[in-house]
């Protein structure tokens, strides 16, 4: 915005809450003609937490089927982002429910966020809101467990989930194959790539 370099490389999806009209990056646009990556966001559980995976992605597919995704995601411009893709529930002799029972025994789901727009962020009252702050809402709502949201570090995630300080990262994780080594991860519910973005005034350079 003020110049120092000519671009950046950010997710799609950032660049839909943070820059343009109405946003403190009113000079900015996104490059339309490119995208760098293709890229899915999930939401990460600790390893081995299989059903709690499988009651998360039945939420989502219920929130899919009576169309509630759908209308949080419009809230946010947010509809061509979604995935509407039901998951496959395994069998349930196959899934291991310790971590659900421990986070049906406290009865909240403890939520590691961090605030940016248009997925987790604080409105002019200073209230939380967002994509992601209504779909987990609306998935809690279904399984039957509070949400409380954590602000964390992204660069220790992975240390606040392992040791129970949350139950679950939810925060426009990308999908990887080495994050998928390490933990239980939803369903995607989201596409995202990555976007060059320019002053607007140069978009047509590009």
Do not use: H
Request: with cysteine.
């Amino acid at each position: 915005s003020s110049g120092t370099v000519d671009g950046c490389v950010v997710d799609y999806v950032c660049s839909i809450g943070m820059i343009g009209e109405g946003s403190d990056y009113e000079n900015l646009s996104v490059v339309e003609k490119y995208a760098f990556a293709d890229e899915q966001y999930g939401i990460a559980f600790r390893k081995g937490s299989t059903k709690t995976v499988a009651v998360v992605n039945a939420a989502i597919n219920e929130l899919i089927s009576n169309g509630k995704l759908a209308e949080i995601a419009a809230k946010y411009n947010l509809s061509e982002q979604i995935d509407t893709e039901l998951a496959q529930i395994p069998a349930e002799d196959t899934l291991d429910a310790t971590d659900w029972e421990y986070i049906k025994e406290k009865e909240t789901l403890v939520i590691g966020i961090t605030y940016f727009e248009p997925m987790n962020y604080l409105d002019d009252n200073n209230e939380l809101v967002g994509f992601e702050t209504e779909f987990a809402k609306a998935v809690c709502e279904i399984i039957g467990v509070t949400p409380v949201f954590q602000e964390i570090s992204w660069n220790s995630k992975e240390m606040e989930l392992n040791s129970k300080g949350i139950d679950c990262i939810w925060n426009g994780l990308s999908i990887t194959p080495d994050r998928e080594e390490t933990m239980e991860i939803s369903k995607p519910y989201m596409n995202n790539k990555q976007v060059l973005v320019v002053k607007s005034e140069n978009v047509d350079k590009y």
